[in-house]
Structures are given as C-alpha cells and as structure tokens.
C-alpha cells in the first residue's frame, strides 16, 4: 500500500470521527512515509439559509483539525488541513483530493442507520461510488499487528480497496 499512502486526503466530520479515522489510518500512512491532508467539508444549503455561519463552522473545523495534527504530530506523519464549502460532501473531498494531487482517499465508515443514509444521502456509498482515485476503507480501531481482530476466516481486515479507474455501474433504483 506504499504508494497509496503517500499523500492521503482524510474527510473528518467531526472530533470523534477525526480519533477513529486517525487511530484507523495514521499508522499504515506513517510505515509508508507518507503524508496526511485532513479535510472538513461544510455542506452548503445551495441557495438555502445555511444552518451556521461560516465563522462557527469554521471554528468547529479547528477543534476537529486539533485531533488530526495532534495525532499526526504523535504518529510523526506530515499533516495538511483544508476546510472545503461544497453543496456535496463527497464532490468536495474528490475536490479537495484533487487539488492537493493525493494519491487516495482515506476513512473509516460511520455508523448510521439505512432511513438516515435515505433520507439524507449515504456519503460513504458517494465516495466509494464516484471515486476518480483510489478511496481506502478501514475499518475503526484497526491497527497494524493488531492480533485481536475478530476475523474467524483469516482475511487480512486492514483495508478494502476500491480501484478508481473500475468503470461505474448502472444500478437500478429498484433495488434501494
């Protein structure tokens, strides 16, 4: 995963989220000697009245982006953060992605229930879905040498793949 890992973008949503993903994902990045750009995106309404101004989304971004430089700080892996404005969080990721020429996507899933993803869009389907480059999902908690993983079948639970150059499917709404 060498070149994966070399400059990472890490969507943060939150202080919680910005410990799992980093207790996830700082590990493998560091024994790759790669680098880190966490990202907050605040979702616009797209001509809406916001819920928050900028100033306090912007303040909240600081206290997640706190979590992530000091984890990288411990972990000694370069970190970068970027607050991105976007009406769609996973276009402002890939955006962001983009911009700072990372060579994968990086997260942990987060744990919400199926009305909730429907009713409010499944983010991490988006990201995996509409990937132009590699996103990697890992699993919370995970770590290198971790030996009290809970795989009965021996699969190795690092990290899944999803190869960005794969052509998308067409699916049928039928099936949601």
Same mark, same amino acid.
């Given at each position: 995963?060498?070149?994966?890992?070399?400059?990472?973008?890490?969507?943060?949503?939150?202080?919680?989220?910005?410990?799992?993903?980093?207790?996830?994902?700082?590990?493998?990045?560091?024994? #790759?000697?790669?680098?880190?750009?966490?990202?907050?995106?605040?979702?616009?309404?797209?001509?809406?009245?916001?819920?928050?101004?900028?100033?306090?989304?912007?303040?909240?971004?600081?206290?997640?982006?706190?979590?992530?430089?000091?984890?990288?700080?411990? #972990?000694?892996? /370069?970190?970068?953060?970027?607050?991105?404005?976007?009406?769609?969080? #996973?276009?402002?990721?890939?955006?962001? #992605?983009?911009?700072?020429? *990372?060579?994968?996507?990086?997260?942990? /899933?987060?744990?919400?229930?199926?009305?909730?993803?429907?009713?409010?869009?499944?983010?991490?389907?988006?990201?995996?879905?509409?990937?132009?480059?590699?996103?990697?999902?890992?699993? *919370?908690?995970?770590?290198?040498?971790?030996?009290?993983?809970?795989?009965?079948?021996?699969?190795? /639970?690092?990290?899944?793949?999803?190869?960005?150059?794969?052509? /998308?499917?067409?699916?049928?709404?039928?099936?949601?």
């Amino acid at each position: 995963m060498g070149d994966l890992l070399e400059r990472v973008v890490l969507p943060v949503a939150s202080e919680g989220d910005a410990r799992d993903t980093c207790e996830a994902v700082l590990p493998y990045v560091a024994d #790759a000697g790669g680098e880190v750009v966490a990202v907050h995106v605040v979702e616009k309404a797209g001509g809406a009245i916001d819920k928050a101004g900028v100033e306090q989304r912007e303040e909240y971004a600081a206290d997640v982006f706190a979590v992530v430089t000091d984890a990288c700080d411990d #972990a000694g892996v /370069p970190c970068e953060t970027e607050v991105v404005f976007a009406t769609d969080i #996973a276009d402002g990721v890939f955006d962001a #992605a983009r911009d700072h020429d *990372a060579s994968a996507v990086a997260f942990t /899933p987060r744990e919400s229930s199926r009305w909730l993803d429907l009713l409010t869009g499944d983010d991490t389907r988006n990201l995996v879905k509409r990937a132009d480059r590699p996103v990697l999902a890992f699993p *919370a908690g995970d770590e290198p040498g971790d030996d009290d993983d809970d795989d009965e079948d021996g699969a190795d /639970p690092t990290a899944s793949a999803v190869a960005a150059d794969d052509p /998308p499917t067409v699916e049928d709404d039928d099936d949601e």
